[in-house]
């Protein structure tokens, strides 16, 4: 991983010397929605994301005046967060400052902030199934109710050609034969939700009465179907996603060094990883071999822009994550001052309007990832 040939330093006004504080940003672009992301306005450089902001946020508060801050950012789309965690264990920085996911191998080595957003295990993928498999199934387990429908037509049929014989005054039938033929026309097209025919031609009480019943039972069965093509097909729509049960079935891809996919081995699936791949490019990888991979293990929220990017694309969800910064457990009362600012930030609700701002998403069902 190539580092960017500048650092800046944040200094804090004090009266006495303040304790220098070495931070990594792990830096993106706005396709990955959780590193920090960098931009230039009137020729000056500006930083925005979930962990840069929140640090910002923190940095006003009297906890940490004492502090000076020096910043060296990675290049964009840098995401090895486990070669991040060794460079903060040995000191070679004291912050890590991007959104880390808590495993037990990275805690024996670094301190975690407290948490300061809900992120989620997750990955991403395209159904398999196309709208032409969804309605054939559908058809395949519904067939026989519109054999009912049709079956029962032909029933009101013959009990209105018998029942109501003036119907054929009314419709100018002269023949019986024609009149049967139309009659039973007339109870199909009830059944299937089309009952003009049957009132406009009633010429009796007792074909009133006998079309009102009629009606009520073609409604029942009616709603009926409507309520199980329904139900099939919200069914089909929530089976395309992968369940932990999948996870084992198919390889998917990662980032080396991701917490997730480390995850997702320990969960017992297996993973090709990629070096020096953005979140856009291992989705273009899955995308030109769909048939041999499962999807792209991200983070929800890292990887949820793309959602809105790539029309079809969807996302599984296997559990919620508490995320956090890390820092150099030698940096002791450094650790206690940061988490005394998110704490209060998080009191104040402060830490939730900055996650607001961030996460701005129609997706349903996100993790409640600004409840903090």
Same mark, same amino acid.
């Given at each position: 991983?190539?580092?960017?040939?500048?650092?800046?330093?944040?200094?804090?006004?004090?009266?006495?010397?303040?304790?220098?504080?070495?931070?990594?940003?792990?830096?993106?672009?706005?396709?990955?929605?959780?590193?920090?992301?960098?931009?230039?306005?009137?020729?000056?450089?500006?930083?925005?994301?979930?962990?840069?902001?929140?640090?910002?946020?923190?940095?006003?508060?009297?906890?940490?005046?004492?502090?000076?801050?020096?910043?060296?950012?990675?290049?964009?789309?840098?995401?090895?967060?486990?070669?991040?965690?060794?460079?903060?264990?040995?000191?070679?920085?004291?912050?890590?400052?991007?959104?880390?996911?808590?495993?037990?191998?990275?805690?024996?080595?670094?301190?975690?902030?407290?948490?300061?957003?809900?992120?989620?295990?997750?990955?991403?993928?395209?159904?398999?199934?196309?709208?032409?498999?969804?309605?054939?199934?559908?058809?395949?387990?519904?067939?026989?109710?519109?054999?009912? $429908? %049709?079956?029962?037509?032909? !029933?009101?049929?013959?009990? +209105?050609? @018998?029942?109501?014989?003036?119907?054929?005054?009314? =419709?100018?039938?002269?023949?019986?034969?024609?009149?049967?033929?139309?009659?039973?026309?007339?109870?199909?097209?009830?059944?299937?939700?089309?009952?003009?025919?049957?009132?406009?031609?009633?010429?009796?009480?007792?074909? $009133? %009465?006998?079309?009102?019943? !009629?009606?009520?039972?073609? +409604?029942? @069965?009616?709603?009926?179907?409507?309520?199980?093509? =329904?139900?099939?097909?919200?069914?089909?729509?929530?089976?395309?996603?992968?369940?932990?049960?999948?996870?084992?079935?198919?390889?998917?891809?990662?980032?080396?060094?991701?917490?997730?996919?480390?995850?997702?081995?320990?969960?017992?699936?297996?993973?090709?990883?990629?070096?020096?791949?953005?979140?856009?490019?291992?989705?273009?990888?899955?995308?030109?071999?769909?048939?041999?991979?499962?999807?792209?293990?991200?983070?929800?929220?890292?990887?949820?822009?793309?959602?809105?990017?790539?029309?079809?694309?969807?996302?599984?969800?296997?559990?919620?994550?508490?995320?956090?910064?890390?820092?150099?457990?030698?940096?002791?009362?450094?650790?206690?001052?940061?988490?005394?600012?998110?704490?209060?930030?998080?009191?104040?609700?402060?830490?939730?309007?900055?996650?607001?701002?961030?996460?701005?998403?129609?997706?349903?069902?996100?993790?409640?990832?600004?409840?903090?």
């Amino acid at each position: 991983m190539i580092l960017s040939n500048h650092s800046s330093v944040d200094k804090q006004s004090s009266e006495k010397e303040n304790e220098v504080i070495k931070v990594f940003v792990i830096t993106g672009s706005e396709t990955s929605g959780l590193p920090t992301y960098v931009s230039e306005k009137n020729g000056q450089k500006v930083y925005s994301g979930m962990a840069w902001e929140t640090l910002e946020a923190v940095k006003k508060l009297p906890e940490l005046k004492n502090y000076e801050f020096e910043y060296t950012f990675s290049e964009p789309g840098y995401s090895n967060y486990n070669e991040t965690v060794d460079w903060v264990s040995t000191g070679k920085y004291d912050l890590g400052l991007a959104v880390y996911t808590q495993t037990t191998k990275r805690e024996s080595k670094i301190n975690y902030t407290v948490p300061f957003i809900i992120d989620a295990y997750a990955l991403f993928h395209y159904s398999n199934k196309s709208e032409f498999d969804i309605l054939t199934h559908i058809a395949s387990k519904v067939g026989y109710q519109f054999l009912v $429908l %049709i079956i029962l037509g032909i !029933i009101t049929g013959v009990v +209105l050609f @018998f029942v109501d014989p003036q119907r054929s005054i009314a =419709t100018k039938v002269k023949s019986r034969k024609a009149f049967m033929i139309r009659s039973i026309t007339t109870g199909i097209a009830t059944f299937f939700g089309e009952a003009g025919f049957l009132f406009e031609n009633s010429s009796s009480i007792k074909g $009133l %009465i006998a079309i009102t019943l !009629i009606m009520l039972i073609s +409604l029942v @069965f009616l709603q009926f179907m409507q309520a199980e093509i =329904t139900t099939m097909f919200i069914d089909n729509q929530m089976s395309d996603e992968i369940s932990p049960l999948d996870i084992n079935t198919i390889l998917a891809i990662g980032h080396e060094g991701y917490a997730h996919t480390t995850r997702w081995e320990e969960n017992g699936g297996t993973v090709e990883l990629f070096k020096e791949k953005n979140n856009v490019e291992l989705l273009e990888v899955y995308n030109e071999n769909q048939s041999k991979y499962l999807g792209v293990i991200l983070s929800y929220y890292d990887g949820f822009p793309l959602l809105e990017l790539n029309p079809g694309l969807k996302v599984s969800i296997f559990g919620n994550t508490m995320e956090s910064m890390i820092y150099n457990p030698r940096k002791v009362k450094f650790g206690e001052d940061l988490n005394k600012g998110l704490l209060y930030i998080r009191r104040t609700k402060e830490l939730r309007e900055i996650c607001k701002g961030n996460f701005k998403s129609n997706i349903p069902n996100p993790p409640v990832s600004c409840t903090m």
